[in-house]
């Protein structure tokens, strides 16, 4: 069992920065492909980014393709997303992920998922 706590959320201005963190615990040995999922007031939860194990393979939503940054730190046991340029639209609760090692980042279906962080962004 994997057990996942995001941190990082918080309020800022349309083209501010921010890094949320995922930190996992328990059977953390496994080499576990990781993900952002995100959901705003009355929408449906999306895919935002996800990551191999070792790192070298992302893939990443077209809403945030070339601003956000998914990576991850596995001796610190940590996923990161940095959001930069960031818009309104990005307003949502973020969710860190995590999924069998063999999952396909082209069709990521999460079985582990954290509480989530609350990210704002203001006009």
């Known amino acids: 069992q994997l057990r996942l706590v995001e941190s990082g959320g918080g309020l800022v201005q349309a083209g501010e920065s921010l890094r949320l963190s995922c930190a996992a615990s328990?059977?953390?040995?496994?080499?576990?492909?990781a993900g952002w999922f995100r959901q705003a007031l009355g929408k449906e939860r999306e895919f935002v980014a996800a990551?191999?194990?070792?790192?070298?393979?992302?893939k990443y939503a077209a809403s945030v393709k070339d601003r956000f940054t998914i990576s991850r730190d596995n001796a610190k046991n940590t996923v990161y997303l940095q959001m930069n340029n960031t818009k309104p639209d990005d307003t949502a609760r973020y969710y860190c992920?995590?999924?069998?090692?063999?999952?396909?980042?082209?069709?990521?279906?999460?079985?582990?998922w954290g509480q989530g962080t609350q990210v704002t962004v203001s006009s």
């Open positions: 992920t995590a999924d069998q090692p063999n999952s396909r980042l082209d069709a990521y279906r999460p079985a582990y």
């Open positions: 328990g059977r953390t040995f496994i080499p576990y492909v």
């Open positions: 990551i191999n194990w070792g790192g070298g393979s992302t």
